[in-house]
């Protein structure tokens, strides 16, 4: 019997199209394959359509793909969806995808889809109509003005009427300003005054680019924001509320921004929202009414506020919801034991029930029990840890716990605390927001003891980023223990942790590195004008200051003029760093390239990063849709394969193992000052990021490797390299390799 074609529908006509790239990767990376043939379909902004080759899924942004769609994709026409997929799961966002276009698509062609049908998609993109709804049923939203694109247009001469409109309907500033039509917080402003007001209706009448749309002026609440998932029992048809999240703005941030809602680690969610037990009866109360007035079928995410007076006033209906590994939808699920394959299989099961296709799959999930019922290798995931870089590696482990094949591994989240302690992470508290909110829950019933690891696990994979987890410390206590993990030796961590002893050597060994100084702090306290002149007799401008021990372009800066070095390697050491790194500012073609092997490395296909200031930003690596890097580089075939071995070579030469990202610049034979063409050596990350849309995977997928089987090579590759560890994973190890 064949499997069930989902064609998994992300991208789009909508300024959310980078958000839906987001959550349509993470949908085809959690669909459970033992069930469903995934079809990727990516819509381009101007309506094309393709089935999207599988190693275009890793990419952080579309326009690292997009250009290349027309020679690697397939194009399709809505017709052929008829013959191609059998289920369609909406992971597109904003207009044409929730507004009732596509869902009225789907209906001609005759083809079952996800979540709430025409009528109640296009009412739930409806800010504005949707409030009369939800108002006739009781339920109250927030006291709002609704100003016309004309009005807008016109404002000298619309302007009394409008300021005599918000005094009659009570709303005073500050309130929020907000497109009629669009979500992820684009085009939202605060306004503090009647000046304000004009500049803010224009950005949100005019944030979708081809067509100007009314304008939502709201008041501004008061109380906690909240974010509720609505699923349903398909068996019984009721609607169950998961936990609310409690949403709590960033520092001098006055609304929860894009920013907010999708960097890692930048606003604090709390699930279930710290209120009493009535107030979530309550907040779950009003949005199961408000599912049923605006008629959401399926799933619906309700969000608003708990006034400080108790009364829950709804602000935004969704009749879909964003669909990242972190977003209110997972983390509301994992709150009652719900992980992301079972919460998409529950989805997909919900509306094939309504359709009458549920007994097919029912029938195929029999016929392939017995592939999950064998023994399983048990890998323990290190996330979180005490560096500046924690964050990121709270994503990256997560993004390993959800990867790893569940046919042939049993994955166990351990939380490293910021006093290096473990403790195994629940569902719930793996999808957190922050490493903060996961400090606050952890108990000492789910602490587990280093010397425990061996117990528990037959694999270690270290999810961490910087500090211990790639110094050497933590490959230190697994080799203590006697237990394979991924990655670099003790050594080798240590050594490529220090870039500039990194590039020391690698200088010694022939390679080209750009000259750089160390300055520590006692030397810069004692003489600082005399490090200065050094500096400026050693290094040219613009020159780069930096940590020689941290990664992810934490407290890099680029300095242009003599009168501010001082002032940048002050904000370093205003960081508690030791050292300040003084680096040559190298021009040309910056370049990652990812190495996988132990003996015999293979360089990935290089990405150029293309960064939009003079140093690439934290936002740029992680921020879905703020980094572009192209896979592979723009360079010819020859330049590529230099640039390959170049890394290879480096790669052994630091002893690397498993796999590692060697970040470094390109030059031609004109901006090389050799006057010939060279790459320049920047620095080696032996535990590179693993977050869903990062470099590595992209550069594997291009040579046909799923993020899931290359962290099954990385499994691999460390099983291989510390076979001879111990007795105990010897056994194990052997039967990985021989898989």
């Known amino acids: ?102 869902q009225g698509f789907f209906e001609v062609l005759g083809i079952p889809y996800l979540g709430a049908k025409v009528f109640a998609s296009a009412l739930g993109m409806d800010k504005i109509i949707q409030k009369d709804f939800l108002t006739a049923q009781g339920i109250e939203v927030a006291k709002h003005l609704m100003v016309t694109a004309q009005e807008i247009d016109a404002f000298d001469t619309h302007s009394d009427a409008i300021f005599e409109a918000l005094k009659s309907k009570e709303i005073q500033f500050p309130c929020i300003v907000k ?13 503090h005054t009647q000046a304000e007001l004009l500049p803010a209706l224009i950005k949100a009448s005019t944030i979708y680019p081809s067509k100007k749309q009314a304008v939502l002026i709201e008041e501004k609440l008061k109380g906690m924001e909240f974010s509720c998932i609505i699923i349903t029992d398909y068996k019984t048809g009721a609607l169950i509320p998961l936990p609310p999240t409690e949403i709590v703005h960033a520092q001098n941030s006055e609304f929860y921004d894009y920013e907010q809602k999708y960097m890692p680690g930048k606003s604090l969610k709390f699930t279930p929202a710290r209120v009493s037990q009535e107030a979530l009866q309550a907040i779950q109360h009003t949005c199961i009414r408000a599912m049923r007035a605006l008629g959401f079928t399926n799933i619906g995410r309700i969000d608003g506020f708990l006034t400080h007076d108790n009364r829950v006033v709804i602000i935004d209906p969704n009749s879909l919801s964003g669909m990242a590994p972190a977003s209110y939808l997972f983390k509301q699920a994992a709150e009652v034991g719900i992980g992301h394959t079972q919460l ?74 910021s006093k290096m302690e473990l403790f195994k992470l629940t569902q719930s508290q793996l999808v957190s927001n922050t490493t903060a909110v996961i400090e606050q829950s952890l108990t000492n019933d789910s602490k587990i003891r280093w010397s425990d690891l061996p117990n528990i696990a037959d694999f270690v994979f270290i ?16 080799e203590m223990l006697g237990m394979p993990y991924n990655g670099s030796s003790v050594l080798t961590s240590a050594l490529c942790m220090d870039k500039y002893k990194t590039n020391q050597l690698l200088r010694s060994k022939g390679f080209d590195v750009p000259f750089s100084l160390l300055v520590s702090h006692q030397e810069w306290l004692t003489h600082k004008e ?38 940048a390697i002050e904000l370093l050491f205003a960081q508690h760093k030791e050292f300040a790194m003084i680096e040559e500012c190298i021009f040309g073609m910056e370049l990652t390239v990812g190495v996988i092997g132990n003996d015999n490395p293979k360089a990935l296909p290089p990405s150029q990063a293309v960064c939009s200031s003079d140093i690439l930003s934290i936002e740029e690596k992680f921020l879905p849709g703020a980094g572009e890097n192209q896979t592979p580089a723009p360079l010819p075939q020859a330049t590529l394969s230099l640039v390959q071995s170049v890394v290879e070579n480096a790669y052994k030469t630091l002893g690397c193992k498993g796999y590692s990202r060697i970040d470094c610049f390109y030059q031609t034979e004109s901006q090389s000052p050799t006057r010939k063409e060279r790459v320049i050596f920047l620095e080696n990350n032996s535990l590179p990021g693993m977050t869903p849309a990062t470099c590595i995977f992209h550069q594997a997928a291009e040579i046909g490797i799923k993020p899931m089987d290359f962290i099954d090579k990385i499994i691999e590759l460390g099983f291989e390299e510390h076979k001879n560890t111990n007795n105990a994973v010897k056994q194990v190890s052997d039967e990985i390799i021989t898989i």
């Open 179 to 191: 497109p009629y039509k669009e979500g992820s917080s684009l085009g939202i402003s605060v306004v």
């Open 530 to 567: 005399e490090t200065i002149e050094r500096i400026k007799q050693a290094i040219a401008l613009p020159l780069i200051v930096k940590p020689h021990d941290d990664g992810c372009s934490v407290m890099v800066q680029k300095v242009k003029k003599i009168e501010d070095l001082a002032h």
């Open 463 to 478: 999810g961490l980023h910087g500090g211990h987890g790639e110094n050497g410390a933590i490959q230190g206590t697994l």
């Open 1 to 102: 019997m064949a499997q069930l074609r989902v064609g998994v529908f992300m991208g789009g006509k909508t300024i959310e199209k980078e958000v839906s790239f987001n959550s349509g990767r993470t949908i085809c990376n959690h669909l459970d394959t033992s069930r469903y043939d995934i079809i990727p379909i990516f819509q381009t902004h101007s309506g094309s359509l393709y089935i999207l080759p599988w190693h275009f899924l890793p990419r952080g942004k579309i326009s690292d793909f997009e250009h290349r769609l027309a020679k690697e994709a397939q194009l399709i026409v809505w017709d052929d969806l008829k013959e191609l997929i059998d289920f369609a799961y909406i992971a597109t966002h904003g207009r044409y995808a929730e507004d009732g276009t596509l």
């Open 344 to 417: 998409i299989n529950h989805l997909i099961e919900t509306e094939l029930n309504t359709y009458g296709m549920l007994d097919t799959i029912i029938a195929q999930e029999k016929r392939n029990a017995h592939i999950m019922n064998t023994k399983k290798v048990r890998v323990a995931v290190l996330l979180g840890g005490a560096s500046n870089e924690k964050e990121i590696s709270l994503e990256s482990g997560r993004n390993v716990v959800y990867k790893l094949s569940p046919h042939k591994y049993e994955g166990i989240a351990l939380f490293v605390s």
